[in-house]
């Protein structure tokens, strides 16, 4: 089983490659399930209910997010599209919304979705770890196939996650800092890793941010309102091929193109 993981979808041109390129990307490398990050979809940050809609009208399985889920303008989309839009599962309980899911595939084949959210540099809500262990003990009664997008800053706080989960989870896939890293492999005990997917966006930015808004608010470090680059529109992400039986991942490989860098030839 091939699963399909689209980095952090920033902006609407985004949105427009990615869904341009999926049909011939699923189609090139076989994917049975597709999974994209939305929190940063509408125009930098958070998502809207018409854009939940268009991207489960075009065939994504799952959506996961970050911190950023919060600045939707209808917070209540986390209610209508649970069980498809999840927020990080370690937020404090009363928050709206859910943090996993599972899904079934052909053949009755089953595979959760869990969304975690790091505490390093960022808030300091409950701890991914524990919240994540007692979790997929939960969900591995139903299927081996778990797929965790852990949104989160630091570097380290992402390969120790992904290390204590190893040989529990098919794979473990970092988000958040929009910057794809080329650190992919199969730990020891079958978990596909990788630090960062990296982002669907335009490159020629400041992790999807508007160079000169971006230099102006390093500098200054005072508020300088963002605003989202245009140039360069990249599509990022990685494919996970799992044994569904055993949950174990057999291959990871990072996908970096634009529109006219991909060739479907099958």
Known sequence: ???????????????????????????????DFTIANAENADKGKGVTPQIVARLKENNINCLTSGNHIWNTRKKETLIENVNF?????????????????????????KIAVLNLQGRSFMSAIDCPFRTGEKEIRKLRSETPNII???????????????????GRVAAVIGTHTHVQTADERILPKGTAYITDAGM??????????????????????????????KDNIYFNGVVVEIDERTGRARDIFRLNFNKAGFKDES
């Open 148 to 166: 965790i997008d852990f949104h989160a800053e630091a570097t380290a706080e992402k390969q120790a996650l992904g290390w204590y989960f190893d």
């Open 85 to 109: 839009l999840l927020r990080p599962l370690n937020y404090p309980e009363g928050n709206l919304g859910t943090g996993s899911a599972i899904f079934t595939l052909a053949d009755n084949i």
């Open 1 to 31: 089983m091939r699963i399909l993981f689209i980095a952090d979808l920033v902006g609407e041109d985004a949105i427009d490659l990615a869904l341009d390129l999926l049909p011939r990307i699923k189609n090139h490398f076989h994917i």
């Open 200 to 229: 669907c966006g335009p490159t020629d930015s400041v992790i999807g941010m508007d160079i000169e808004k971006a230099i102006k608010r390093f500098i200054l470090q005072s508020h300088v309102y963002y605003a989202m680059a």
